[in-house]
């Protein structure tokens, strides 16, 4: 079944050590994008990619990257992860027709626990 | 500055009965807006976005926004709800911000159908 795949599900890493958090995608669809959800808190969406165009948020902070190698795939890195980005990292695609016709379709997401 | 506000922390209503659940915004420029819905133990779901045109916006599962100019509201509806409507729902607003783009989720509206 054509689906948002996101690996690991659950991934715990140490302050300040570097994160990856991978997306991927049999849909075909042209947008990805990355929100992170903390406890009990509202979504916060932290960037997306247009095809090849990156999108980033104006307040989402340097610490957090993202790569789009081809259609499929779509990582979020976590430079030196703090305590406060302890979070769900959801990830979402769509196909994008302009106006207001558009779906997003959503992984299950990786809870992000840092020690 | 940019601001979006969900006035009812929980709506109750009864199965059969529609629904609103209510949002407003305060944005420079034209807004896009979004409303999402988180169910118990579950992702994060698309609901419906709306861009341009048309102010009756027609989404997932029977719902249904009206953007307002005037009034600057997204309002979210249901002609008949479904006890499993009851969920978390978010309203999201995206505009161009200092520094560039940025979107903004309220901060939920937990709605409760009872049979």
């Known amino acids: 079944d054509a689906m948002v795949i996101q690996n690991p599900r659950y991934q715990v890493t140490q302050f300040g050590k570097p994160v990856t958090l991978s997306c991927s995608q049999t849909?075909?669809?042209?947008?990805m994008y990355w929100y992170q959800q903390k406890s009990s808190q509202a979504p916060k969406l932290l960037f997306h990619?247009?095809?090849?165009?990156?999108?980033n948020e104006a307040d989402t902070p340097d610490n957090f990257q993202s790569r789009r190698p081809n259609t499929s795939f779509c990582f979020l890195d976590i430079r030196s992860p703090g305590l406060g980005d302890a979070a769900m990292y959801l990830c979402?695609?769509?196909?994008?027709?302009?106006?207001?016709?558009?779906?997003?379709?959503f992984g299950p997401g990786t809870r992000l626990l840092v020690l | 500055a940019q601001s979006v506000a969900q006035p009812e922390d929980q709506v109750n209503v009864a199965e059969g009965n529609p629904l609103t659940v209510k949002c407003t915004y305060s944005?420079?420029?034209?807004?896009?807006l979004f409303w999402y819905v988180q169910y118990p133990n579950r992702g994060l779901q698309f609901l419906l976005k709306?861009?341009?045109?048309?102010?009756l916006v027609k989404g997932s599962y029977g719902f249904e926004a009206e953007f307002n100019k005037s009034q600057t509201s997204f309002h979210l509806k249901k002609p008949s709800a479904l006890v499993s409507d009851s969920a978390l729902y978010f309203c999201?607003?995206?505009?161009?911000?200092?520094?560039?783009?940025?979107?903004?989720f309220g901060a939920g509206t937990r709605l409760f159908v009872k049979a």
């Open positions: 849909l075909n669809h042209n947008v």
């Open positions: 990619y247009y095809d090849k165009d990156f999108n």
């Open positions: 999201a607003v995206r505009a161009v911000s200092t520094g560039g783009f940025k979107t903004i």
């Open positions: 979402a695609t769509s196909i994008s027709r302009g106006g207001s016709q558009e779906t997003q379709y």
């Open positions: 944005v420079s420029g034209n807004p896009y």
């Open positions: 709306y861009i341009t045109g048309d102010n």
